[in-house]
């Protein structure tokens, strides 16, 4: 049980009872999972190794529309296009060392099994029932065989979107995996990934959905509903986007989840405390920017630079700053009620960068960081008096939600300007 049976060589009989018996393992209760039953199902219709058949899939050479892309990240990714040595799924980290990373596996059936069941893109044929494991287990061995490499190719531009539009370094870096299959799914259609502005109406979507809250709870039923909405405005279907400003509203306001208060740590009393992927969300938002590194005038931080891979979330406000006497640093960075800890203080800088400030005063911190950055990533100028105190902290953080707030709105405000 534990050999995929794609491996196996036998002749045609021999091989379609050998299916057989696997499939009737994992019904007698040998644990088998989704992914195996399918490579098993596969089998039938085609004798190649289907994992080894997806690898290679997955590491065939790319090729990305440079029209899609906004001027700064393309300025950024032009070498890595130029030569050809830019993989979406690669740099994501979806095959680390021969291993197929969890999520890409359940990304990649879950895209199937909705294009199987939908390959006509009619927006009411989208159900939840076909992301879930006994749809996708009937899927026929045909149709896995012969949508297999389209899958790869669809989740690769989707990844292509996500590190190029919002942030991502790693796949494990999309915090709602759903959202890569609404992704995935949409740029199963080629019209749709080499049309720029189907890329700007997702990208407002994702910046809606994840500082709203709308896939905190239900996930499945909020990206099927979304993708239906999705499809329909694309295709024309309706030009409606009341959905869309229905979410919208609740950027950096959902109570609980992004509003002002819970960010500035005003609910701790409550036992409220921000998620910690609200940080991150912050980080990436500013990343997908791209920026000016906040010590060194010469180098920009993006999803592509050099460091990519070593960009750390860094306190804006270093903690030191703003603890009493007898604190310990240490310490105050574990503490989820603190307000130097909130999603508000955080941005990514390079490891070497972090590591060159750590020891710094206040001062000689501050005069180190470039304006260009101050500018770019909404710092507000300080002192030392000025962050003496946490209520002092808790009043540059109130004042960087608003620039951030006014940023991401009307981002997304220009990003749907041609949808209206």
């Avoid at 050999?3 to 644990?31: C, F, H, P």
């Avoid at 979304?226 to 959902?254: C, F, G, H, P, Y």
């Avoid at 590194?293 to 010469?298: A, I, S, T, V, W």
């Amino acid at each position: 049980k534990e050999v995929y049976l794609s491996q196996i060589k036998v002749s045609a009989s021999q091989r379609g009872r050998a299916i057989d018996i696997y499939e009737n393992l994992n019904m007698g209760g040998v644990s088998l999972n989704t992914f195996d039953l399918i490579m098993a199902r596969v089998a039938k219709v085609d004798k190649k190794n289907f994992l080894q058949r997806i690898k290679e899939a997955i590491e065939s050479e790319k090729k990305y529309p440079e029209s899609v892309l906004e001027s700064t990240i393309k300025h950024a990714i032009n070498k890595k296009l130029s030569t050809k040595t830019y993989n979406a799924t690669l740099s994501t980290g979806c095959l680390n060392k021969g291993e197929l990373n969890s999520r890409y596996i359940d990304a990649f059936l879950d895209v199937l099994c909705l294009y199987c069941n939908n390959s006509s893109f009619d927006p009411d044929l989208f159900k939840v029932d076909n992301i879930k494991k006994d749809k996708i287990l009937r899927l026929l061995p045909e149709q896995i065989n012969d949508n297999c490499e389209k899958v790869i190719n669809a989740l690769d531009r989707a990844l292509f979107f996500f590190q190029t539009r919002c942030g991502i370094r790693y796949i494990t870096e999309i915090n709602y995996n759903l959202m890569l299959v609404l992704v995935g799914t949409i740029f199963m259609e080629d019209s749709y990934f080499f049309d720029c502005e189907v890329h700007k109406l997702l990208e407002a979507w994702y910046w809606c959905v994840i500082f709203s809250g709308e896939y905190d709870k239900d996930q499945n039923t909020h990206m099927i509903s979304n993708l239906q909405n999705i499809i329909k405005r694309i295709s024309e279907v309706t030009k409606d986007l009341s959905w869309l400003d229905s979410i919208r509203a609740n950027v950096l306001k959902m109570t609980n989840f992004s509003d002002k208060e819970l960010l500035l740590m005003d609910k701790i009393h409550e036992d409220r405390y921000p998620k910690p992927v609200l940080k991150n969300f912050m980080c990436q938002y500013l990343l997908s920017q791209t920026y000016m590194d906040m010590f060194d005038e010469n180098k920009r931080i993006s999803v592509f630079c050099d460091e990519a891979d070593l960009l750390e979330a860094h306190h804006i406000i270093p903690l030191g700053s703003a603890k009493k006497v007898g604190e310990c640093t240490a310490a105050l960075r574990k503490n989820p009620r603190h307000i130097c800890n909130s999603p508000l203080n955080f941005v990514y800088i390079t490891k070497t960068a972090n590591k060159d400030i750590s020891d710094d005063s206040l001062e000689v911190y501050e005069s180190k960081i470039q304006p260009a950055a101050k500018d770019a990533l909404r710092i507000t100028s300080y002192i030392a008096t000025q962050c003496d105190s946490e209520s002092k902290v808790h009043g540059l953080l109130e004042n960087r939600y608003k620039m951030l707030y006014g940023a991401i709105t009307d981002e997304i405000q220009t990003l749907l300007i041609n949808w209206r």
